[in-house]
Each structure stands twice: as structure tokens, then as C-alpha cells.
């Protein structure tokens, strides 16, 4: 039988706030544990939640960005559990009526077509702290710095029909939060939490199947491989005639499986009702605005400005806009190299990325600057050298040995132009070859490719590859 | 000087009559000397008391001083002191010192009041007796065989027995005013967001107000013009500014002043003293200019039960935080979590507590939420909209506070019903966010009885001028009890 796929997935955000979503206390990572939670994150009796404007502001700016309705008035409710991480005994997060409401999002996929998914919501909630279990024997130690931390839980609709879909997807959300400045997007240290919902049914079928929610998966390699083993593992379930349980479930990277966590009989009843020590949230239409003023052009509309301005493919353009510092350093190499969209979207997709790539840092971190990129685009643009040439510069430029024109100053890699000296190689090539010459006069045109790479050759890749061809045409026409 | 009001001390001090230091050494000493028989504190800070004390007649020499500066008071111990118990009333909080002062506390001490120590109470707030007390019950001092109301018992009694001229209080379901009238008390509930609950250990946060217990309605004005305000810390607070209480009162007048009675809460269940007392008040309020208009509170029936949902719903959830993790008690030896949690707790709290959990989290709870707490809800707006109708008619309401007058030690411990009937004619307040006062009105068999006074939103003013003006006419206020004196 074919199956469907079935994926929603609710993506966590932890906000680039300064301080956290119910207290003065920093957010900032990786300090000492306990260090950085008031009595408010501690849960200390009497104390109250004041509510962080700065994160209601960050979630109307995803709002905006995703098209949403932004809820004129929503509820935080309390979430009740005990946990040791939990301070309080609960978490306050929105239930009911969220913050944001009903938006959507378009993906691009591998064959080019675009699709779009739909956001059911996005509500703000503070994150609980950590449990330790390392250096505690027989005991555990509690950090709760994170507690209380701004998280934004964007929901999605079951809308995605493959692992591949259910990645672009949330790849294309952690580049909106990151081009909106809300959350750095940094998985490994938890910034960005996925869970993924997923269920099978026959293909064409219109009702969904029994789901799984696999929970907390740490990067996007292993969303996929996630999806792609739970996907097997209904598929073989129900082949085999058997019922899936509706379980949560957690991937372990190790052995590339997901195992059941708990099952729905055992879920929480988590007692929602609304937080009686915080005012319902008014979000006024002047604040959106202020909120829509700050927002930055976003990646669709940066992806369409790129086609259209650059006369960039689709392809380029996706792939230049994934992030803001990725399509802010591509726009300064074509303002640097005063020109010349394409090739510099080539360069920077290829040359550069393969680069990034292999040492495995950012744009940001790029050995190269913009700037000295443009610069070498510059001079294949004005045939000081060949494109050929540009990448042995290149190579030397992310070695360090300086900008374009100084790695072609120093190798002496500058283009051969003059015609007289092109003419001097081609003659010494063509009267050491006669039988070539033969072959080609005798109706053989690819000879001619042999010829062009032989000068290119005797001139070490210097020649101008468009004059050598028309004078090689010229003189062995003639 | 013990048997002198907040306002007679306050003028005592700025005559130069007493210091702060003698007069705070005074009401140590007492507390010293009587409370064991009362039971009334649960923690004296004598030495901090003194310190305080000091620097108050420092302020006063300097003229940095204001009205109350000097004035010692008692803080429930609800309320969080920085580095002084504050346990609630609890074994889970016995070993539990806050690092902050709760904005009660901080404003009443930039106000100049000495702390002489923190108030006996129900645990966690929850009782109408006293008795559910970690640290034993609080005996009344009009009879010490009876019980002196609650949750804020220590309070009152404290106050009754001339341990401390004034002290703070909480009320939830009626824990200022029930005991303020079964010790021949002044005590106001103020409007829901008039007094900061920041740093108040919370039972049911939407019900929860802290106010004055006192003497006198002017007393009550003049703690209360130091307790409320606006605080950024509690995103329940209202931003409007505190009136001056105190100099409002003799603006108030009696004359042409509709008085609301409800017939709902003149019916079965009261007690003959009791309705004596209330008829009593009615009319010598009428003799004093007003006039006393008939009125309808339709779902005052319903205000028990929607206050036995709602408020153990939010105290099941507000009491998860003591889970034996970071703090308060912890049992001995846990063998896990989840025995850690269940010891800790099983321990930790007393019976009335643990009952209340458990009726909140069923009412919570998936399945049971809609039939119990919205309806709970629902029938919250409409005691709200019964008094928002009755405010179109009248100008204050006048009712019993008490059903009867202070009953036995142990009568009703074994009874939770019954227990929970002590408030329902002041519960429905707490559920429309409303202010009230209690204030004496006579005794029934040697007891006191008090009489409520309901205001509108933020009327807190009027009520007090009422009482103030009733008080100026009447002396039940001015009983003492016997052997306090002596």
C-alpha cells in the first residue's frame, strides 16, 4: 500500500530577551548554576509574576511575520505538574486564547515548488530549569537559571507530507525568527526545541491516523532521521495488521531509533485555569504598529526583491535569503564588485560556501570579507584574470595572503590581453601540431577545443580564453 | 499607654509623651507576659523591634518623621519579613525566611511602624477558627475558651488583648472581618488591587487582600493609608492613588446615607444575638441620619459553594510551589521523588490544608473543570452583578459579619461544613472584589458581635467615615475584655 505522511510539529523559540518573561532576572547562557534566578524563578513563597513586555512584543513580531492575527486580548493560564525543574508546581503558558493566532508560512522544496504550511498558533510560556545529573551520585541537582526564560511555542497545522517538508519547515522558521531577531535559533544549546507530531494513512485517505509526538529533538539531521524511522516503524505496524499508539516518544541519535517515553493513559492532566495573578493581555493596535515598524524586511519578501533586483533563479535566491547575514553579505560583494548579481551569487554559493562549508563555520565568520570578494569579482569582470584564475586567488585569499590584486600582483596571474603575445603561442602551438591542423581542416571542429586548451595551457591559464579562440579561429581558418 | 489607640499613640509621640523605644518595650513586655496564655504570636522580634524603635525617635528628633512613625503593630505571618520567620501558620514554612519584606511590610516600615512581631494564624490561611495552626490555637480574650475567628485569629486576639494596638491581617473568604467582629474589632478587606499581595504567602490569589485590624475605624484608616498603593510587583495592583483615609473621616456624613439591608442576610442561621445586634445598628445608624433601604442579594445562597471551588482551585495550584525542593520542610531520608513530594507534603501540611488541595485539583481536573470551576465562575459574576445592582440603590450595605458569636474551641473543628458556614456573610465580598468592614456592634451573652459594611469599588473611604461616625455615637467599640486591664 502507499502511505501519507502526516507531520505537524510545535517548534519552542526561547526569546532574545534580556531578562526573563516574569521577573527582572538575566537570560543570558551557560552561567553558574542558580546564579541567575530572583525569588521570582525560585518560586519563593508570596512572591508574582510581572509580565516582560519585550517578549509580548517579540511574539507580535512573529505574529506579523507569519501573517497572523494578533489576539487583541489573550489569557496566561497555569499548567499543573510537579517536576523538581518546576518552581511553582506549574508553568504559566497560554492556553485557550494564545497571543497569536492563525498564520502561515511558505517553504521551498528541492523541486522547486513552493508550499505553503499553516501556523495554528503561537503562545508565550516561561521554560522550567534543568535537573543535573552529572556530579550527583544517587541525587540530582537542580539549575534554574533557565527557569522563567521567554519561550514562544509556534504550532503548526498537521500540514507536512514528508520528513524533507517537515525540515524545510522548520528550517524556514528558525530563519524567520533569526531574520526577526527574537531568538538566535542555536539548537545544540537549546534556543530552538522542536517536537514533531506524526501519523500515517493510506494514501489519498482523509482521515488522520493515530499520531506520536516525538519529543525535543536537538538538530535538524535528526528531525529527519526521527520522521524517517517513525515513519517505518507505523508503516510497518500497520502492515502487519497492528494499531499504533497514540505515545510520546524520544529519539536517541545513538541508535538512530525512537523509543515510547510515555503512552496517552499515562498522560498529565495538567489542570489548566487561567493565572489569577496576571491581568488578561491587551495588545492594542498602536503597539502592533509600533511593532510593524521595527520589522525587518523579511526572507520571502528579501528572496522576491532578489529575483526581481538581481535577476537571480528562484534557486539562488532561497538560498542566498536563508539568513539575514548570508543575503547582507552576498548584497555587499555585488555593491563591492560594483555589479555582476550572478556571478557573485555563483561565488558566493559555491566557492565561498564550499569554504564555510568545510571548516565548518558561518558567513559571519567568513574568512573572506564582501568587500575582498567584490573585489575579485571585480577583476574577472574587467578580464584582469580568467574565472579560472579567480579561484587559484581566490584559494590564497582565504589563506590569508591578502586581497585580489595583491595574490595577482605577487603570482604574477594577471590575464594575458595582447594579442601579439597570444598570437606568438598559438603560432608555436598550431606549427607543432600539424596533424591536428589536419583533422580540424578536414571538417573536425572539436580539434578546436584541443587547440584553445593547449594555448590556455602554454600560457599557464593566463590567456584571455575569448581572444585565444577567436585568434586560433582566425589563424587556422586562414 | 497599652489601652491607647493607633491615633492616641501617634499623638502621644508627636507631644513627646512616650518614645517609640518605651513604648515598644511596653508591648514586649506584655506580649511577654501574657501571650502564652493567649497564644497570639507565633515569632517576637524583640530585638529588631527595639532597633526599629530607635530609629524611629532618631526620624522624630530629626522631623523626619511622619503620623505613624514610632507606632509598633504586629504583622500576620502571612506576610514575608527579609530574614525573620515567616511560616505561615505551617510546619512546611516553619524553618522558611524570606530574603524580601512583602510591600505590606516595606511600606508600613517606610511609614515609620515598628514590627513587634509576626501573628498566630490557620494555616495557610485556611480556617475560620484559628485552630488549624501549626503552632496551636489562639485563645480569645473575651473568653479563652473560645476560639477568636480566623485565619487572621493571632491578629485579632493580639489586638483584643492590648499586645499591640494594630496589626495586619489577610482575608480571603472573610479572615479579617469574622474575627475582627468575634474580638470587638475594626477590620477592613479592601478592594481586590487596593493592597499589594506581593511578598503575602498566597491562598487563593483572585480572593486574597491584605488589611488593618484595629480598635477603631480612624485606627483602620491610618494603617490602611500606610499599607496600600500601587505596586509594579503585583500585576493585580491598581494604579490609582490612596486617598488620605485618616483626615477623610469626619467628612463623612450619615446624613441622607441609604443603607442597604439584604433580606438574604437577615434568614435562618443567624443567631439571635447576633440579628439583635445587626437590627441594633440599623437603627441607630437611621437615628444618625440614614436611611435604611431594603435590598436583594439573590445569589447570596450560592456564594459558599462557588467560594469552596474557586478557592480551593487556586490554593491547590498556589501550594504546589511546597514540594520539599528548594525550601520549607522536607521529610527525612526520601527514596525518591516522588516520595520526596508525598512525605514532604504528607508531613509538611496539617488536615484542612490537605482537604482543600484535593477539593481544588477535583475541581480542576479534566472532566470535572466546567461543572465545577467555570460554574464557579459564572456564579461569581452574578453575586458581582447583584451588588452592582444593589449600588444603583443604596450607598453602603449593612449585614452580620458572623452568623454567631465566637463558639468553643474544637465545636466545629470536626465539622468542615459548618466551619465553612462561619463566612457566608462575608464570602461573597471576596468573590465580587469588593471592600468591607467589620466593627463592633454589642455583645450577645457576653460576646461580641460585629456588623459588616459593604462599599462599592474602591469606597474604602466612605466605609470608614460610616463606621468612623458610628463609632463617635456608639461604645461597644470601647469594651475592654475582662482581665486585660489588670
Given at each position: 500500500?502507499?502511505?501519507?505522511?502526516?507531520?505537524?510539529?510545535?517548534?519552542?523559540?526561547?526569546?532574545?530577551?534580556?531578562?526573563?518573561i516574569f521577573s527582572g532576572a538575566s537570560t543570558q547562557f551557560g552561567n553558574e548554576p542558580n546564579?541567575?534566578?530572583?525569588?521570582?524563578?525560585?518560586?519563593?513563597?508570596?512572591?508574582?509574576?510581572?509580565?516582560?513586555?519585550?517578549?509580548?512584543?517579540?511574539?507580535?513580531?512573529?505574529?506579523?511575520?507569519?501573517?497572523?492575527?494578533?489576539?487583541?486580548?489573550?489569557?496566561?493560564?497555569?499548567?499543573?505538574?510537579?517536576?523538581?525543574?518546576?518552581?511553582?508546581?506549574?508553568?504559566?503558558?497560554?492556553?485557550?486564547?494564545?497571543?497569536?493566532?492563525?498564520?502561515?508560512?511558505?517553504?521551498?522544496?528541492?523541486?522547486?515548488?513552493?508550499?505553503?504550511?499553516?501556523?495554528?498558533?503561537?503562545?508565550?510560556?516561561?521554560?522550567?530549569?534543568?535537573?543535573?545529573?552529572?556530579?550527583?551520585?544517587?541525587?540530582?541537582?537542580?539549575?534554574?537559571?533557565?527557569?522563567?526564560?521567554?519561550?514562544?511555542?509556534?504550532?503548526?497545522?498537521?500540514?507536512?507530507?514528508?520528513?524533507?517538508?517537515?525540515?524545510?519547515?522548520?528550517?524556514?522558521?528558525?530563519?524567520?525568527?533569526?531574520?526577526?531577531?527574537?531568538?538566535?535559533?542555536?539548537?545544540?544549546?537549546?534556543?530552538?526545541?522542536?517536537?514533531?507530531?506524526?501519523?500515517?494513512?493510506?494514501?489519498?485517505?482523509?482521515?488522520?491516523?493515530?499520531?506520536?509526538?516525538?519529543?525535543?529533538?536537538?538538530?535538524?539531521?535528526?528531525?529527519?532521521?526521527?520522521?524517517?524511522?517513525?515513519?517505518?516503524?507505523?508503516?510497518?505496524?500497520?502492515?502487519?495488521?497492528?494499531?499504533?499508539?497514540?505515545?510520546?516518544?524520544?529519539?536517541?541519535?545513538?541508535?538512530?531509533?525512537?523509543?515510547?517515553?510515555?503512552?496517552?493513559?499515562?498522560?498529565?492532566?495538567?489542570?489548566?485555569?487561567?493565572?489569577?495573578?496576571?491581568?488578561?493581555?491587551?495588545?492594542?493596535?498602536?503597539?502592533?504598529?509600533?511593532?510593524?515598524?521595527?520589522?525587518?524586511?523579511?526572507?520571502?519578501?528579501?528572496?522576491?526583491?532578489?529575483?526581481?533586483?538581481?535577476?537571480?533563479?528562484?534557486?539562488?535566491?532561497?538560498?542566498?535569503?536563508?539568513?539575514?547575514?548570508?543575503?547582507?553579505?552576498?548584497?555587499?560583494?555585488?555593491?563591492?564588485?560594483?555589479?555582476?548579481?550572478?556571478?557573485?551569487?555563483?561565488?558566493?554559493?559555491?566557492?565561498?560556501?564550499?569554504?564555510?562549508?568545510?571548516?565548518?563555520?558561518?558567513?559571519?565568520?567568513?574568512?573572506?570579507?564582501?568587500?575582498?570578494?567584490?573585489?575579485?569579482?571585480?577583476?574577472?569582470?574587467?578580464?584582469?584574470?580568467?574565472?579560472?584564475?579567480?579561484?587559484?586567488?581566490?584559494?590564497?585569499?582565504?589563506?590569508?595572503?591578502?586581497?585580489?590584486?595583491?595574490?595577482?600582483?605577487?603570482?604574477?596571474?594577471?590575464?594575458?590581453?595582447?594579442?601579439?603575445?597570444?598570437?606568438?603561442?598559438?603560432?608555436?602551438?598550431?606549427?607543432?601540431?600539424?596533424?591536428?591542423?589536419?583533422?580540424?581542416?578536414?571538417?573536425?571542429?572539436?580539434?578546436?577545443?584541443?587547440?584553445?586548451?593547449?594555448?590556455?595551457?602554454?600560457?599557464?591559464?593566463?590567456?584571455?580564453?575569448?581572444?585565444?579562440?577567436?585568434?586560433?579561429?582566425?589563424?587556422?581558418?586562414? | 499607654?497599652?489601652?491607647?489607640?493607633?491615633?492616641?499613640?501617634?499623638?502621644?509621640?508627636?507631644?513627646?509623651?512616650?518614645?517609640?523605644?518605651?513604648?515598644?518595650?511596653?508591648?514586649?513586655?506584655?506580649?511577654?507576659?501574657?501571650?502564652?496564655?493567649?497564644?497570639?504570636?507565633?515569632?517576637?522580634?524583640?530585638?529588631?523591634?527595639?532597633?526599629?524603635?530607635?530609629?524611629?525617635?532618631?526620624?522624630?528628633?530629626?522631623?523626619?518623621?511622619?503620623?505613624?512613625?514610632?507606632?509598633?503593630?504586629?504583622?500576620?505571618?502571612?506576610?514575608?519579613?527579609?530574614?525573620?520567620?515567616?511560616?505561615?501558620?505551617?510546619?512546611?514554612?516553619?524553618?522558611?525566611?524570606?530574603?524580601?519584606?512583602?510591600?505590606?511590610?516595606?511600606?508600613?516600615?517606610?511609614?515609620?511602624?515598628?514590627?513587634?512581631?509576626?501573628?498566630?494564624?490557620?494555616?495557610?490561611?485556611?480556617?475560620?477558627?484559628?485552630?488549624?495552626?501549626?503552632?496551636?490555637?489562639?485563645?480569645?480574650?473575651?473568653?479563652?475558651?473560645?476560639?477568636?475567628?480566623?485565619?487572621?485569629?493571632?491578629?485579632?486576639?493580639?489586638?483584643?488583648?492590648?499586645?499591640?494596638?494594630?496589626?495586619?491581617?489577610?482575608?480571603?473568604?472573610?479572615?479579617?472581618?469574622?474575627?475582627?467582629?468575634?474580638?470587638?474589632?475594626?477590620?477592613?478587606?479592601?478592594?481586590?488591587?487596593?493592597?499589594?499581595?506581593?511578598?503575602?504567602?498566597?491562598?487563593?490569589?483572585?480572593?486574597?487582600?491584605?488589611?488593618?485590624?484595629a480598635r477603631t475605624a480612624e485606627d483602620c484608616a491610618l494603617m490602611l493609608g500606610a499599607m496600600?498603593?500601587?505596586?509594579?510587583?503585583?500585576?493585580?495592583?491598581?494604579?490609582?492613588?490612596?486617598?488620605?483615609?485618616?483626615?477623610?473621616?469626619?467628612?463623612?456624613?450619615?446624613?441622607?446615607?441609604?443603607?442597604?439591608?439584604?433580606?438574604?442576610?437577615?434568614?435562618?442561621?443567624?443567631?439571635?444575638?447576633?440579628?439583635?445586634?445587626?437590627?441594633?445598628?440599623?437603627?441607630?445608624?437611621?437615628?444618625?441620619?440614614?436611611?435604611?433601604?431594603?435590598?436583594?442579594?439573590?445569589?447570596?445562597?450560592?456564594?459558599?459553594?462557588?467560594?469552596?471551588?474557586?478557592?480551593?482551585?487556586?490554593?491547590?495550584?498556589?501550594?504546589?510551589?511546597?514540594?520539599?525542593?528548594?525550601?520549607?520542610?522536607?521529610?527525612?531520608?526520601?527514596?525518591?521523588?516522588?516520595?520526596?513530594?508525598?512525605?514532604?507534603?504528607?508531613?509538611?501540611?496539617?488536615?484542612?490544608?490537605?482537604?482543600?488541595?484535593?477539593?481544588?485539583?477535583?475541581?480542576?481536573?479534566?472532566?470535572?473543570?466546567?461543572?465545577?470551576?467555570?460554574?464557579?465562575?459564572?456564579?461569581?459574576?452574578?453575586?458581582?452583578?447583584?451588588?452592582?445592582?444593589?449600588?444603583?440603590?443604596?450607598?453602603?450595605?449593612?449585614?452580620?459579619?458572623?452568623?454567631?458569636?465566637?463558639?468553643?474551641?474544637?465545636?466545629?473543628?470536626?465539622?468542615?461544613?459548618?466551619?465553612?458556614?462561619?463566612?457566608?456573610?462575608?464570602?461573597?465580598?471576596?468573590?465580587?472584589?469588593?471592600?468591607?468592614?467589620?466593627?463592633?456592634?454589642?455583645?450577645?451573652?457576653?460576646?461580641?458581635?460585629?456588623?459588616?459594611?459593604?462599599?462599592?469599588?474602591?469606597?474604602?473611604?466612605?466605609?470608614?467615615?460610616?463606621?468612623?461616625?458610628?463609632?463617635?455615637?456608639?461604645?461597644?467599640?470601647?469594651?475592654?475584655?475582662?482581665?486585660?486591664?489588670?
Open positions: 500500500m502507499q502511505w501519507e505522511t502526516v507531520i505537524g510539529l510545535e517548534i519552542h523559540a526561547q526569546l532574545a530577551t534580556n531578562s526573563k546564579r541567575q534566578a530572583c525569588p521570582v524563578d525560585l518560586g519563593l513563597p508570596g512572591v508574582l509574576p510581572v509580565l516582560n513586555e519585550g517578549a509580548v512584543a517579540m511574539a507580535v513580531r512573529l505574529g506579523l511575520g507569519i501573517g497572523a492575527d494578533i489576539a487583541g486580548r489573550s489569557v496566561f493560564a497555569r499548567k499543573n505538574y510537579f517536576y523538581p525543574d518546576l518552581p511553582k508546581g506549574y508553568q504559566i503558558s497560554q492556553y485557550e486564547i494564545p497571543v497569536v493566532g492563525t498564520g502561515q508560512l511558505e517553504i521551498a522544496l528541492d523541486d522547486g515548488t513552493v508550499k505553503t504550511i499553516g501556523v495554528t498558533r503561537a503562545h508565550l510560556e516561561e521554560d522550567a530549569g534543568k535537573s543535573l545529573h552529572e556530579d550527583f551520585h544517587g541525587m540530582t541537582g537542580i539549575d534554574l537559571n533557565r527557569a522563567g526564560t521567554p519561550l514562544l511555542e509556534i504550532v503548526s497545522e498537521p500540514d507536512m507530507r514528508s520528513p524533507a517538508e517537515a525540515v524545510a519547515y522548520a528550517k524556514k522558521i528558525r530563519t524567520l525568527v533569526r531574520y526577526l531577531g527574537i531568538c538566535d535559533g542555536n539548537m545544540q544549546e537549546g534556543s530552538l526545541r522542536v517536537d514533531a507530531n506524526i501519523s500515517i494513512r493510506p494514501a489519498g485517505s482523509d482521515e488522520y491516523g493515530t499520531r506520536a509526538e516525538i519529543k525535543n529533538v536537538n538538530s535538524f539531521r535528526f528531525l529527519e532521521k526521527a520522521l524517517n524511522f517513525e515513519f517505518e516503524r507505523q508503516r510497518e505496524i500497520l502492515e502487519e495488521g497492528g494499531k499504533v499508539d497514540q505515545e510520546t516518544r524520544l529519539y536517541d541519535a545513538n541508535a538512530d531509533e525512537t523509543r515510547s517515553m510515555r503512552t496517552k493513559e499515562e498522560a498529565n492532566d495538567y489542570r489548566y485555569f487561567p493565572d489569577p495573578d496576571l491581568l488578561p493581555l491587551e495588545v492594542d493596535q498602536a503597539f502592533i504598529e509600533r511593532v510593524r515598524a521595527e520589522l525587518p524586511e523579511l526572507p520571502d519578501e528579501k528572496r522576491d526583491r532578489f529575483i526581481r533586483e538581481y535577476g537571480l533563479p528562484a534557486y539562488d535566491a532561497n538560498v542566498l535569503t536563508a539568513s539575514r547575514e548570508l543575503a547582507d553579505y552576498y548584497e555587499a560583494t555585488v555593491t563591492a564588485a560594483g555589479g555582476a548579481p550572478k556571478v557573485a551569487a555563483n561565488w558566493v554559493m559555491s566557492e565561498l560556501g564550499g569554504v564555510l562549508n568545510a571548516q565548518g563555520i558561518d558567513i559571519t565568520e567568513s574568512p573572506v570579507s564582501a568587500e575582498a570578494l567584490g573585489g575579485l569579482i571585480q577583476r574577472i569582470q574587467d578580464q584582469t584574470i580568467s574565472g579560472k584564475i579567480a579561484k587559484q586567488v581566490f584559494e590564497a585569499m582565504v589563506a590569508g595572503e591578502g586581497n585580489a590584486d595583491t595574490v595577482i600582483e605577487a603570482k604574477g596571474l594577471k590575464q594575458i590581453t595582447d594579442s601579439g603575445e597570444i598570437e606568438r603561442m598559438i603560432d608555436e602551438v598550431v606549427d607543432a601540431n600539424p596533424g591536428q591542423v589536419e583533422q580540424y581542416r578536414a571538417g573536425k571542429d572539436k580539434v578546436l577545443g584541443w587547440f584553445v586548451g593547449q594555448v590556455m595551457k602554454a600560457s599557464r591559464g593566463k590567456a584571455n580564453p575569448e581572444q585565444v579562440n577567436q585568434l586560433l579561429r582566425q589563424k587556422l581558418d586562414s | 499607654m497599652h489601652d491607647r489607640t493607633i491615633a492616641e499613640l501617634a499623638r502621644a509621640l508627636a507631644d513627646g509623651e512616650v518614645s517609640s523605644v518605651e513604648l515598644t518595650r511596653g508591648f514586649l513586655d506584655r506580649i511577654e507576659a501574657r501571650d502564652p496564655d493567649c497564644n497570639s504570636f507565633i515569632t517576637v522580634t524583640r530585638e529588631q523591634a527595639l532597633a526599629e524603635a530607635e530609629a524611629a525617635d532618631e526620624a522624630r528628633a530629626a522631623g523626619r518623621g511622619g503620623p505613624l512613625t514610632g507606632v509598633p503593630i504586629a504583622h500576620k505571618d502571612i506576610f514575608c519579613t527579609d530574614g525573620v520567620r515567616t511560616s505561615c501558620g505551617s510546619r512546611m514554612l516553619d524553618n522558611f525566611e524570606a530574603p524580601y519584606d512583602a510591600t505590606v511590610v516595606r511600606n508600613m516600615r517606610d511609614a515609620g511602624l515598628v514590627m513587634l512581631g509576626k501573628t498566630n494564624m490557620d494555616e495557610f490561611a485556611m480556617g475560620s477558627s484559628n485552630e488549624t495552626s501549626y503552632y496551636g490555637p489562639v485563645k480569645n480574650p473575651w473568653d479563652p475558651t473560645r476560639v477568636p475567628g480566623g485565619s487572621s485569629g493571632g491578629s485579632a486576639a493580639a489586638v483584643a488583648a492590648r499586645l499591640a494596638p494594630g496589626a495586619t491581617g489577610t482575608d480571603t473568604g472573610g479572615s479579617i472581618r469574622q474575627p475582627a467582629a468575634m474580638c470587638s474589632l475594626t477590620g477592613l478587606k479592601p478592594t481586590y488591587g487596593r493592597v499589594s499581595r506581593f511578598g503575602m504567602v498566597a491562598f487563593a490569589s483572585s480572593l486574597d487582600q491584605g488589611g488593618p485590624l496600600a498603593g500601587f505596586d509594579p510587583n503585583d500585576s493585580t495592583s491598581i494604579d490609582r492613588p490612596v486617598d488620605d483615609y485618616a483626615a477623610a473621616l469626619d467628612g463623612v456624613s450619615l446624613q441622607g446615607l441609604k443603607v442597604g439591608l439584604p433580606k438574604e442576610y437577615f434568614g435562618e442561621g443567624m443567631s439571635e444575638g447576633v440579628r439583635g445586634a445587626v437590627e441594633g445598628a440599623a437603627e441607630r445608624l437611621r437615628e444618625l441620619g440614614a436611611e435604611p433601604v431594603e435590598i436583594s442579594l439573590a445569589h447570596t445562597e450560592l456564594s459558599v459553594p462557588a467560594y469552596y471551588v474557586v478557592a480551593p482551585a487556586e490554593a491547590s495550584s498556589n501550594l504546589s510551589r511546597f514540594d520539599g525542593v528548594r525550601y520549607g520542610y522536607r521529610c527525612d531520608e526520601p527514596k525518591n521523588i516522588i516520595d520526596l513530594y508525598e512525605r514532604s507534603r504528607g508531613e509538611g501540611f496539617g488536615a484542612e490544608v490537605k482537604r482543600r488541595i484535593m477539593v481544588g485539583t477535583y475541581a480542576l481536573s479534566a472532566g470535572y473543570f466546567d461543572a465545577y470551576y467555570l460554574k464557579a465562575q459564572k456564579i461569581r459574576q452574578l453575586i458581582s452583578d447583584d451588588f452592582r445592582k444593589a449600588f444603583e440603590q443604596v450607598d453602603v450595605i449593612l449585614g452580620p459579619t458572623s452568623p454567631t458569636t465566637a463558639f468553643p474551641i474544637g465545636e466545629r473543628s470536626d465539622d468542615p461544613v459548618a466551619m465553612y458556614l462561619s463566612d457566608v456573610y462575608t464570602i461573597a465580598v471576596n468573590l465580587a472584589g469588593l471592600p468591607a468592614l467589620s466593627m463592633p456592634a454589642g455583645f450577645a451573652d457576653g460576646l461580641p458581635v460585629g456588623v459588616q459594611l459593604i462599599g462599592n469599588h474602591f469606597d474604602e473611604g466612605r466605609l470608614l467615615g460610616v463606621a468612623h461616625q458610628y463609632q463617635q455615637a456608639t461604645d461597644h467599640h470601647r469594651q475592654v475584655p475582662a482581665g486585660v486591664n489588670d
